[in-house]
C-alpha cells in the first residue's frame, strides 16, 4: 500500500515498483490508508508523514497497533531525526528520506515483505508447538 498525498509522485512510483513486479494499492491521505488497511491488509505500507489530516505518524501508531504483523516503510520529503526516532520506535521498518533510489526502495520493500513473511510463519509455528 502506498500512502502519499502528492498523486503525482504516488502514481508514478506506483507504476515503476509494478516494473519491477512489485503491485500495490495507493491512498492518498492517511484516512483512506487506513480504511484499506481494515478493508484488506496489506502485507507493506510504503507511508508519508506529511498528509493533510491524519498524519503519517498517526497512521504508523494506528497500524501498528491494531496490525502489527503490517510492515512500515517510512518514506519523507520533510523529515527530521526527531521523526525518524519516533517512527522507528513505533515498529517501522525503514526509514527513508525523498528523493530515494528505485532500485533501494524496491529492494527495502522486498525485505520488508520477507520479514513480513517470516514472523508470520514463526508465529504459527509457536502456535502449532503450544498445542
Do not use: W
Amino acid at each position: 500500500l502506498l500512502v502519499d498525498d502528492e498523486r503525482e509522485f504516488i502514481q508514478t512510483l506506483s507504476e515503476r515498483l509494478e516494473m519491477r513486479d512489485i503491485g500495490a494499492a495507493v491512498a492518498f491521505d492517511g484516512e483512506s490508508a487506513l480504511e484499506l488497511v481494515e478493508d484488506d491488509a496489506p502485507e507493506v505500507m510504503l507511508l508519508d508523514l506529511q498528509m493533510p489530516g491524519i498524519n503519517g505518524i498517526e497512521v504508523l501508531k494506528k497500524v501498528k497497533a491494531e496490525h502489527p504483523e503490517i510492515e512500515v516503510v517510512i518514506l519523507t520529503g520533510h523529515g527530521t531525526d526527531k521523526d525518524r526516532d519516533i517512527c522507528m520506535d513505533l515498529g517501522a521498518f525503514a526509514y527513508l528520506e525523498k528523493p530515494v533510489d528505485i532500485d533501494v526502495l524496491s529492494d527495502i520493500l522486498k525485505r520488508a515483505n520477507e520479514h513480513m513473511r517470516q514472523n508470520l510463519k514463526n508465529k504459527k509455528l509457536n502456535k502449532e508447538v503450544n498445542l
